[in-house]
């Protein structure tokens, strides 16, 4: 395999691209570890170098092209079902609800929109049986205008579902072929049931909610600590008394003013 010319512009493009789109920040110690990384993708696709690719980076109407990018300079964080005990209280929460009633997800930090579809599957198999009703909805925001565009697509590489069931993926999903092969895109009917939307944790927000549950996983980490006390209360106004809420495992209990009770790592109840 050839080795290909890699600019300091190409690299600054690509890592700026990464960090306003992502938030992944890459140094300049990190030129070699990008050019090692995609040299192999570019090549594939048959590109005549980094700038022919930096091109198609930029371009938003290439957002499973991005993706696959920022996977292979990532260590793959981001995938359907990440943390499957959470989505085992939430299946065990939610299935006690009876078909009369709707319930009302946001993902408040949805970046490529896995954790978003992961929930939507989840519910279109209780609706299916009869265990919530049709009524739903999921609420996915983010930050990056630029990774919605992405999630709105719905078009993974199929590393990303490797925690998807078969049958999940027979019912939800459409694998790729051709020129599109190694990639699955979420149907339509999964698709349309998520509404995504640009929004800053870090502001002031009003008009969404009440929710059922929240999901605010692995984004904290991003915050100093007053910033997080401040965020997970304004998140949680949003959130039904006796609703769920879930943050990362890893990222133990955040302090906030909002009285909370622990269910399992990673996941809480909102009290009265």
């Not at 927000?205 to 965020?231: A, C, Q, S």
Request: hydrophobic share 40%; aromatic share 10%; proline share 6%.
């Amino acid at each position: 395999m050839s080795t290909l010319p890699f600019s300091d512009r190409e690299f600054r493009a690509i890592a700026d691209l990464m960090y306003e789109a992502a938030g992944l920040a890459f140094n300049d110690s990190k030129k070699s570890l990008i050019h090692s990384r995609l040299t192999p993708r570019i090549q594939k696709l048959g590109l005549s170098g980094f700038a022919e690719y930096v091109r198609i980076l930029q371009d938003e109407t290439q957002g499973a092209e991005f993706q696959m990018a920022v996977d292979l300079l990532t260590t793959n964080e981001t995938y359907f079902f990440r943390e499957p005990k959470h989505y085992e209280l939430l299946q065990q929460e939610l299935a006690a609800y009876g078909p009369g009633k709707t319930v009302n997800v946001w993902s408040a930090a949805a970046s490529f929109g896995d954790e978003a579809y992961s929930t939507a599957m989840l519910l279109f198999d209780l609706q299916t049986r009869g265990q919530i009703g049709s009524g739903w909805s999921i609420l996915a925001t983010d930050i990056s205008h630029r990774v919605l565009l992405a999630a709105k697509e719905g078009i993974y590489p199929e590393d990303r579902l490797r925690a998807v069931t078969p049958e999940r993926l027979r019912r939800y999903c459409l694998r790729g072929e051709g020129p599109s092969q190694g990639q699955v895109m979420v149907q339509e009917k999964v698709r349309q049931k998520v509404s995504f939307g640009q929004l800053n944790l870090c502001k002031p927000f009003e008009g969404i909610g009440p929710f059922d549950v929240v999901f605010l996983r692995n984004v904290l980490i991003y915050f100093d600590p007053p910033t997080k006390t401040d965020v997970v209360d304004r998140v949680l106004a949003t959130l039904k008394p006796g609703g769920l809420f879930f943050l990362g495992t890893a990222e133990g209990r955040v302090p906030c003013k909002t009285p909370i009770a622990p269910v399992i790592p990673g996941a809480y109840r909102k009290l009265p």
